[in-house]
C-alpha cells in the first residue's frame, strides 16, 4: 500500500496497534479506504472486530494513528467520533428491546441531517414501514439487521463500518443486505468499511479484498481472484494443510515489491488434514479440545497430494479465470457424468475454443476439474455446509443457487453447455437463466422431450433430447454429446465472428425499451411504439406469464434501457389462479436495476382460464367471456381490485428509480369501456383508490389519473411523452441500453 498521505482518503489507517492486557490483538494494521466500498475478511479471533472497535473509539489505541477524511480521529471519544460522520453497524445489531423501530428511526435520525431520511429509509425498506410499531425484540433477525443498517444510515455518514452484517440471515435477506451495499457504492455518497467471514458477500460487494491474519492485514487482494483461489479460502474458512499455512502470514513491505515467498519443502510421509471447527461454531462454543481436532483429521497420501498438485498446475491462473479470452463452459455432475461431460469439453476444444470445466455435484467427493464442486458452493450465503448436507433435494436447491450466484460474477462466459438428467438440469438452469439472452446455452438430458417451461423459463435455452440415458459412452450418446458439443461450438465461435460488427451496429442504434400488451390493449402499444419509434427500438411482449419475464430478464442483464409496462394483467392470474400468472418477483427487475418505469393497469379487469369446462368451481356464477373456444375471460371484483391494488403499490413503493403509473379512469382495456362487457366503473374506482393509499408519492414516484380509456390515442400520447421525460431525466441510465 501507499505510505504517502491521501487526505481526501475516507479511512486511512497507520501503524494501529491495540492490546488487551498482554495480548497484542492489533499489530501495526495499515488500511486505506479511498471510496466505494472495501472489504475485510478473516477467520475468527483474527482482529476484525477489534479493528471496528479501534475506529470508533471503543477500544483503547497503544499506537498509530487513524484519520477519517484527513481529520486525525485517534483517541478520540465514540460520541466525537459519530458526530465527525462515522456511522457504526456493530456485530449483533445491538438494538433496544422496549423501543419501537420508529423511535429507533427518530432517535438516529436526529444526530446529523443529510440526504438519509426516516421516509427514505421506510422507502428504501418497506418491511420497517410495516413494523413500525414494533419493539426492537419483537423483530425477525433479518429485520433486526435492516433496522441496525437503516439506524447508522440515519446519522448520513461519510463512513460506515458494518461489522458481520450479514450473521445469521437467511440467503434472502443475505442478498437484499449484499444489494444494498453495492448501491451505496455506486450512490458514492459515503464509503463503506464491511468486515465479513462471508467470502461470497465480501468479493462480491468490493474490488479489492483484504485479508486479516493474526491481527495484520496480511494482503490486499483483487476480488475476483480471491474467489477464484479455492485455496486461499480454505485457510480462511480455518480448512487446509497446516504446512502450507506460514508462506502467507508476512505481507511484503509497502511500496516495496513483492517477492515470492520461499515454498516450504513438502513432507516425504503422508500428510495430515486437519478440521479446526469438526461441528458449526456459534457465538457462544468453547475451544474444540486438540484431542477432538486430532481425532477428526484425515491422511493424504503423498501420492496423492503429487496428483492433486500436479492437477492444480495444469489449470489456469486464477487471474485468468474470470478476464481474458472468452471462455464455454462444461458444468455438470462429475462424480456420475464425469466421461461424458469430458468428451463433450474435449470436442469443443477440438473446435479451438476455450474451455472451464466445472463441478456442481453435491456428493463432496472431490473431481479432478477446472473448478470444483467445493469453490462453487462457498458461494452460497451459507458456504458449504448448506450444500453438502444429507437431503439430496435441499442440497440440489442450494448449489444451483450457488452456481448462478459464482456464475454472476464471472466476465468472460462465451457459453455454457451441460449434460445429465432431471437432477443437473435443474443444477445449471437457473444459473443459465441469469445469464444475457443472446449468450449460447445448451441443455443435453432426458427430460427434454417433456415440458422443459419450468427449466427453460423466459431464457433463451436450448435443450437437446438425450435419447438414450446421459450414463455412459456408447454409440447413441457419443452422437447426440458429439451434436451438442459441436453445436454449441459453432453458435459460440459464430457469435464471437460477429461481435465487433454487432458491437459497432449497437453503438449507433437507438436504446432499447419494453412493452407489455395484451390483445385488449394493442391499440395503445401500436400508438406508444409509433410516438416513440423515431429515439427507441420497442420490443413488445405479451404479458402471458412468460412475456413479463422475459422483459424483465433483459431488463436485468442491461438488455433494456427503460421500461413501458403497460399491461400489467399477469397479477391477476397470479392473485387470481389464472393461466398466464406472473411470479412473485414481477417487477423485480426493475426495483433492482431502477431503471426508468412507466405503468398502468392494462387489462387487470380480466383473469385467464382455459375452456370453460377448466374454470375452478368457486369463480361459478361469475361474470364471463369466451375469447375463444381455449380462452376464457373472467371480469375482475371491486374486492379484487383492490387487493392487486395493493400488491402493485408495494411493489413499487419499492422502486428507487424514476416511476409514473398511470390510472386510465375510462376503464383499463378494450372490454371495460361503456357498453363492453367488463365496464364496471365502481371495480376501477376500487383499484384506483387501493394504489392510492398504498403507493407512497415523492418527486420521483407518481401516480397519475387521465379521464380516458387505455386505448385512446390522447392516453398512449400522454404514456408516451412521460415515458420520453423521464428517460431523458434519467440519462444516465442510457449506459443499459444494449
Known amino acids: ?10 479511512l486511512e489507517v497507520r501503524g494501529l496497534d491495540v492490546y488487551y492486557g498482554h495480548s497484542h490483538a492489533l499489530q501495526g494494521v495499515d ?99 410495516e413494523r413500525k410499531d414494533h419493539g426492537g425484540g419483537q423483530l425477525s433477525g433479518g429485520e433486526q439487521q435492516m433496522l441496525a443498517i437503516s439506524r447508522a444510515l440515519l446519522t448520513n455518514p461519510h463512513l460506515l463500518i458494518m461489522d458481520e452484517p450479514t450473521e ?44 486479516m491474519v493474526n491481527g495484520r492485514i496480511n494482503r490486499i487482494i483483487d476480488s475476483a481472484r480471491l474467489a477464484a483461489d479455492r485455496e486461499l479460502q480454505q485457510r480462511l474458512l480455518g480448512v487446509g494443510l497446516h504446512a502450507a499455512l506460514e508462506p502467507d502470514t508476512d505481507a511484503p513491505a509497502a511500496g516495496a515489491e513483492a517477492k515470492p515467498a520461499p515454498q516450504p519443502s513438502r513432507p516425504s510421509g503422508p500428510i495430515r488434514i486437519y478440521v479446526s471447527n469438526p461441528t458449526l461454531p456459534t457465538r457462544w462454543s468453547q475451544p474444540v479440545p486438540i484431542a477432538r481436532i486430532e481425532a477428526a483429521a484425515r491422511t493424504l497420501s503423498t501420492q496423492v497430494a503429487r496428483l492433486d498438485e500436479t492437477a492444480r498446475r495444469k489449470r489456469e491462473p486464477a487471474t485468468a479465470q474470470t478476464s481474458g479470452p472468452p471462455v464455454v463452459l462444461v458444468v455438470g455432475t462429475l462424480d456420475t457424468k464425469g466421461a461424458e461431460l469430458r468428451f463433450i469439453r474435449d470436442i469443443i476444444t477440438e473446435n479451438g475454443l476455450r ?37 439430496r433435494g435441499a442440497a440440489v ?25 432431471s437432477g443437473a438440469a435443474s443444477l445449471v438452469a437457473p444459473g443459465m437463466r441469469t445469464l444475457p439472452v443472446g449468450v449460447p446455452k445448451l441443455i443435453i438430458s432426458s427430460v427434454a422431450s417433456g415440458d422443459v417451461g419450468p427449466y427453460v423459463g ?36 459464430a457469435r464471437l465472428d460477429q461481435r465487433e460488427a454487432r458491437e459497432r451496429a449497437t453503438a449507433a442504434s437507438l436504446p432499447s425499451i419494453g412493452i407489455t400488451m395484451f390483445g385488449v390493449t394493442t391499440p395503445a402499444v401500436q400508438k406508444i411504439a409509433a410516438d416513440l419509434r423515431e429515439d427507441f ?7 402471458t406469464g412468460v412475456g413479463g419475464r422475459s422483459m424483465e430478464k433483459l431488463v436485468e442483464t442491461g438488455q433494456l434501457a427503460g421500461v413501458v409496462d403497460l399491461t400489467t394483467t399477469e397479477v391477476c392470474d397470479l392473485l387470481m389462479g389464472g393461466v398466464f400468472p406472473a411470479t412473485e418477483d414481477r417487477f423485480g427487475a426493475i426495483i433492482r436495476t431502477r431503471a426508468p418505469y412507466v405503468g398502468s393497469v392494462g387489462a387487470l379487469d380480466m383473469v385467464n382460464f382455459g375452456a370453460p369446462d377448466t374454470i375452478p368451481e ?25 387487493r392487486m391494488g395493493r400488491w402493485i403499490g408495494e411493489k413499487l413503493n419499492q422502486m428507487d428509480g424514476p416511476v409514473r403509473f398511470f390510472l386510465p379512469e375510462g376503464g383499463v382495456s378494450a372490454l371495460d369501456v361503456r357498453g363492453q362487457p367488463f365496464w364496471d366503473p365502481d371495480a376501477d374506482a376500487a383499484l384506483f383508490r387501493a394504489l392510492e393509499r398504498s403507493v407512497r408519492q415523492t418527486a420521483n414516484r407518481q401516480l397519475i389519473r387521465v379521464p380516458k380509456n387505455i386505448n385512446d390515442p390522447e392516453f398512449a400520447s400522454t404514456i408516451a411523452a412521460a415515458f420520453r421525460t423521464l428517460f431523458g431525466r434519467a440519462g444516465a441510465r442510457r449506459r443499459l441500453a444494449r
Open 355 to 391: 474451455t472451464r470445466l466445472v463441478d456442481v455435484s453435491t456428493s463432496g467427493r472431490h473431481a479432478s476439474c477446472d473448478v470444483s464442486a467445493q469453490e462453487i458452493a462457498l458461494n452460497h450465503g451459507r458456504g458449504g455446509s448448506a450444500v453438502f448436507g444429507p437431503d
Open 537 to 543: 427500438e420497442c420490443l413488445v411482449f405479451h404479458a
Open 618 to 642: 368457486r369463480y361459478r356464477g361469475r361474470k364471463f367471456h369466451v375469447h375463444n373456444p381455449q380462452v376464457t375471460l373472467m371480469r375482475t371484483t371491486a374486492e379484487e381490485n383492490e
Open 31 to 129: 488500511l486505506t479506504l479511498e471510496s466505494g466500498v472495501f472489504s475485510v475478511v478473516g477467520r475468527n479471533g483474527m482482529g476484525k472486530t477489534t479493528l471496528c472497535k479501534a475506529i470508533m473509539g471503543l477500544v483503547g489505541v497503544s499506537g498509530g494513528s487513524i484519520r477519517v477524511r484527513g481529520e486525525d480521529i485517534t483517541r478520540r471519544s465514540p460520541a466525537h467520533i459519530a458526530r465527525l460522520g462515522v456511522g457504526y453497524v456493530p456485530q449483533g445489531r445491538r438494538l433496544w428491546r422496549s423501543l419501537s423501530v420508529d423511535e429507533h428511526l427518530r432517535l438516529a435520525g436526529s444526530m446529523r441531517s443529510g440526504a438519509w431520511t426516516v421516509e427514505r429509509i421506510y422507502d428504501t425498506f418497506p418491511r420497517l414501514a
Open 1 to 10: 500500500m501507499n505510505e504517502a498521505r491521501r487526505p481526501n482518503a475516507a
Open 168 to 211: 445469521g440471515l437467511a440467503p434472502v435477506i443475505v442478498a437484499q443486505v449484499e444489494e444494498m451495499l453495492l448501491r451505496l457504492g455506486e450512490d458514492g455518497d459515503m464509503a463503506v468499511l464491511v468486515i465479513e467471514q462471508n467470502i461470497g458477500v465480501a468479493t462480491a460487494v468490493s474490488r479489492n479484498v483484504a485479508i
Open 458 to 493: 423466459p431464457a433463451d435455452i436450448t435443450m437437446m433430447y438425450s435419447v438414450t440415458d446421459v450414463q455412459g459412452l456408447n454409440a447413441i450418446s457419443r452422437a447426440v454429446l458429439s451434436n451438442g458439443a459441436n453445436a454449441i461450438a459453432g453458435m459460440v465461435k
Open 397 to 421: 436447491t442450494a448449489m444451483a443457487d450457488a452456481f448462478a450466484n459464482w456464475l454472476r460474477r464471472q466476465g468472460n462466459i462465451a457459453g455454457v453447455i451441460t449434460a445429465g438428467g
